[in-house]
């Protein structure tokens, strides 16, 4: 049997996602290539996560030199490639020490547990509560689940994990009050992905930092989405001028690789001592060498210019987009390469006509239409994604001109 005949109803592979009836085998670029031929360009990235695109020749180079070395030694011997990427991210950022995870939820795991044992070092192992947004996702950990506050992903999975208090996304009031004697971290991220591409006001950010300065709690970004030049800068929290004081990290660090890692302030990582946290994969080398070479690229000058460049032609494009489909589409949100549509048709419709154009983007929440290329991507990549997206938006349209049948 072909992978492409393997349907919902014979695969034994939970079924938790309701997956597309494609099956991508190969990619060049932005483009994904599907094992019947069909090309799409790739808008999605997988959920912002190959950030070079595909097959990039310096992270297939680097993935196929290390996979001829060493694979796995553990965390049990030193790493020079993860002691050098480590170095890297911090010399990039607010950053002063590393822990490199295989995902985005274990990164927020680390996360939390440091901004916890911040405080229990320091004697005040009460303060373990963490304030959280509501729209907010954080991952699929009984902790992050409970961290994230979506009911549709705590229910049936016994006793939520105690310790995050969820306040609306832009309440000051209810935010304050939340911040008790108990609390040790507030978290958040700067525009919120599987929420649907909200991002948090400047003001708030700038709030957030005074509130954790004047009660002494931790400051947590969660960039898994927006970090790694998705935004234009390389993390997020630069185009507010706010920096946290511990951040998780994921998704495009790796170009596709899975990885992810936590960044904090030496202070904020006191109290992650000799045998205080540990995983087995997490820093692997084959993961370190990925990085390291998605580091080379982003990292380069006039890289995240370019990136800059690119998004802003992408977003004036969709500005004129939303003028010709009034109908579909009702805003255009993000910042940099990470850009949602907000329909006021349904999207996961607008999600299948723009596959069906030869386009991928990803659904998020609040009825939004995510687009996350590749960085990589040029002035002729814009251009064909629009007129994809136009052609999809133009479907939408007619669909609803239908007069209903059933
Ligand atoms: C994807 C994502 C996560 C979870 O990452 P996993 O690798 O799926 O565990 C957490 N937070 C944010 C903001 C994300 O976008």
Known sequence: MSTASVSAASSVLLPTYARAPIALERGEGAWAIATDGQR?????????????????????????????????TSNLYTMPDGERLARRLCEATFAERVFFTNSGAEANECAIKMARKYHAAKGQPERYRIVTFEGAFHGRTLATIAAGGQQKYIDGFGPKVDGFDQVPFDDE???????????????????????????????????LRELCDEHGLMLIFDEIQTGV??????FAYEHYGVSPDIMSIAKGIGGGFPMGACLATEEAAAGMTLGTHGTTFGGNPLAMAVGNAVLDVILAPGFLDQVQKTALRLRQSLAQLKDHHPGVIEEIRGEGLMLGLKLKTLNTDFVAQARAAGLLVVAAGDNVVRLLPPLIIGESEVAEAVARLDKAAGAVEAELARPAAE
Do not use: C, Y
């Open 229 to 234: 030049g998705r935004t234009g800068k390389f």
């Open 40 to 72: 799409f360009l790739d808008f999605g990235a997988g959920i912002a996560v190959n950030s070079l695109g595909h097959a990039h020749p310096h992270l297939v180079e680097a993935l196929t030199q290390q996979a001829q070395r060493i694979w796995h």
């Open 173 to 207: 009031a209810a935010l304050k009050a939340a911040i008790g004697p108990e609390t040790a971290a507030l978290m958040i991220e700067p525009i919120q992905g599987e929420g649907g591409l909200r991002s948090v006001p400047m003001r708030v950010l700038k709030l």
